[in-house]
C-alpha cells in the first residue's frame, strides 16, 4: 500500500481548494460592492422651492431616482466625486450642517458626504484629505449629502446624492486650484486624517 492519498487525489483537493478559496474571495469583493437599496421617485418642486445656486439639480417629477444606505469602503485613496455647495444659509446646501446644527461660509473648507461614509455621524467635525487636479486640502466633514433620501422639502427638492460624493465648499475648490469655470465636478481621492 503506497500513500494514503494518490497524486492523482492530491492535484484534485487542491484544486477543490483552490476553486473554494477564489469562490470564498469573490464573495467578500462581492461584499464590499455597494449597490442601490430602492428608488425615490421624483416630485416637481413648488415655485422657488428648489435652489439651483453651483448648477443644483432639481427633481423632476415621475423620475425614479436611486437611494444607496452604503458608500464604496474607505481606504487610504478612496475615489470619489467631488461636487459644489454652499454650507451658507440660503445656499443650495438647504438647512443647517447635520453635524453642528450651523452654516458656514462658504470661504471655509468644509465638506458633506455621502450618507455610508457619513457612518451616522461618525466623521462629524473630523478632517479630512482630498486630493485633485494635483492639490490637496484638508476640510472638516460638516454634513451629510444625503444618498438614502431626496426630492423633499428637507433635501431642497434635489435628488439624493450617489453614494460616492464629497460635496464641498467654494473654499475647497479653491485650494484645489481648480478654475472657476470648471467648478461642479471633479474626480478625486480622500482619506480621513
Keep these: 500500500m503506497k500513500g494514503l492519498f494518490s497524486t492523482?487525489?492530491?492535484?484534485?483537493?487542491?484544486?477543490?481548494?483552490i476553486i473554494v478559496f477564489?469562490?470564498?474571495?469573490l464573495d467578500i469583493v462581492e461584499a464590499q460592492q455597494c449597490r442601490p437599496s430602492?428608488?425615490?421617485k421624483g416630485k416637481k418642486p413648488p415655485p422657488g422651492q428648489c435652489n439651483t445656486e453651483d448648477d443644483s439639480d432639481c427633481c423632476k417629477a415621475g423620475e425614479m431616482y436611486k437611494v444607496y444606505k452604503c458608500s464604496p469602503p474607505v481606504t487610504q485613496n478612496t475615489?470619489?466625486?467631488?461636487?459644489?455647495?454652499?454650507?451658507?444659509?440660503g445656499g443650495d446646501g438647504g438647512g443647517p450642517s447635520e453635524c453642528d446644527n450651523?452654516?458656514?461660509?462658504?470661504?471655509?473648507?468644509?465638506v458633506a458626504l455621502s450618507t455610508g461614509w457619513f457612518n451616522n455621524e461618525s466623521r462629524c467635525l473630523k478632517n479630512i484629505t482630498i486630493n485633485g487636479?494635483?492639490?490637496s486640502v484638508v476640510a472638516m466633514v460638516v454634513d451629510e449629502c444625503d444618498s438614502t433620501r431626496g426630492c423633499d422639502a428637507d433635501h431642497d427638492y434635489q435628488p439624493p446624492c450617489p453614494n460616492n460624493i464629497?460635496?464641498?465648499?467654494?473654499?475647497v475648490w479653491e485650494a484645489l486650484g481648480?478654475?472657476?469655470n470648471n467648478w461642479g465636478g471633479l474626480d478625486i481621492t480622500w482619506s480621513d486624517v
Excluded at 464629497?166 to 473654499?171: G, H, L, R, T
Design 8 to 17: 492523482k487525489s492530491c492535484s484534485k483537493i487542491i484544486l477543490v481548494g
Design 22 to 25: 477564489v469562490a470564498i474571495c
Design 38 to 40: 430602492g428608488r425615490v
Design 79 to 89: 475615489k470619489a466625486y467631488l461636487t459644489l455647495n454652499s454650507f451658507e444659509e
Design 102 to 110: 450651523h452654516y458656514h461660509s462658504d470661504d471655509t473648507p468644509v
Design 133 to 135: 487636479n494635483g492639490q
Design 166 to 171: 464629497v460635496d464641498a465648499s467654494k473654499a
Design 178 to 180: 481648480v478654475s472657476r
